[in-house]
T-cell receptor, first 110, second 112 residues
Framework: DADVTQTPRNRITKTGKRIMLECSQT?????MYWYRQDPGLGLRLIYY???????NKGEISDGYSVSRQAQAKFSLSLESAIPNQTALYFC?????????FGQGTRLTVV | AQSVTQLDSQVPVFEEAPVELRCNYS??????LFWYVQYPNQGLQLLLK??????LVKGINGFEAEFNKSQTSFHLRKPSVHISDTAEYFC??????????FGGGTRLMVKP
């Protein structure tokens, strides 16, 4: 089994729709992250969580919300999707040995 | 606050040539350093890491990196690249609080 699992892997949605991206990890780490990747911009942090009760905004949190349902689960929601949220989204978890990433969710907002 | 700069957004190189991908960071505290690789249409995977000890770190697929504290750099090198090394490479730093900060990525394009 993968250390970090994201669902769905691909999604096309319409402008204005609500969508949730889910992430689960088996590493037992407390820290989890959501990033988005856009061509030429690298990985940008959306939200991060240091434990179930500690959730923090990253550099580009506007238009997104998160929920840390358990140590192993961290979901990202787009309340009202817009086209410039079309991107590749990565969930990650980290410990001292480094970060472990999911395979990514390719989201297209039309 | 910490930041990571990857000085080259794209690096074209011929197969079997050596390559260096540059990474500089800034941080007010001690950090751990990482290189990740992302092959086309795949997620990120860890290439190598520096946590402590020897400043020359060897990773997978023949890559290595050297931590230079005085120059705040962590450049990635490979003496002879293959077509299969074509990918995007990300440098990242992590402080003791486990916050990961990424550079903008360097696209390595290996040509035959």
């Amino acid at each position: 089994d993968a250390d970090v699992t994201q669902t769905p892997r691909n999604r096309i949605t319409k402008t204005g729709k609500r969508i949730m991206l889910e992430c689960s990890q088996t590493k037992g780490h407390d820290r989890m992250y959501w990033y988005r990747q856009d061509p030429g911009l690298g990985l940008r942090l959306i939200y991060y969580s240091f434990d179930v009760k500690d959730i923090n905004k990253g550099e580009i949190s506007d238009g997104y919300s998160v929920s840390r349902q358990a140590q192993a689960k961290f979901s990202l929601s787009l309340e009202s999707a817009i086209p410039n949220q079309t991107a590749l989204y990565f969930c990650a978890t980290s410990g001292r040995q480094g970060a472990f990433f999911g395979q990514g969710t390719r989201l297209t907002v039309v | 606050a910490q930041s990571v700069t990857q000085l080259d957004s794209q690096v074209p190189v011929f197969e079997e040539a050596p390559v260096e991908l540059r990474c500089n960071y800034s941080s007010s505290v001690s950090v751990y350093l990482f290189w990740y690789v992302q092959y086309p249409n795949q997620g990120l995977q860890l290439l190598l890491k520096y946590l402590s000890g020897s400043t020359l770190v060897k990773g997978i697929n023949g890559f290595e990196a050297e931590f230079n504290k005085s120059q705040t750099s962590f450049h990635l090198r490979k003496p002879s690249v293959h077509i299969s090394d074509t990918a995007e490479y990300f440098c990242a730093v992590k402080d003791a609080g486990n916050m990961l900060t990424f550079g903008g990525g360097t696209r390595l394009m290996v040509k035959p």
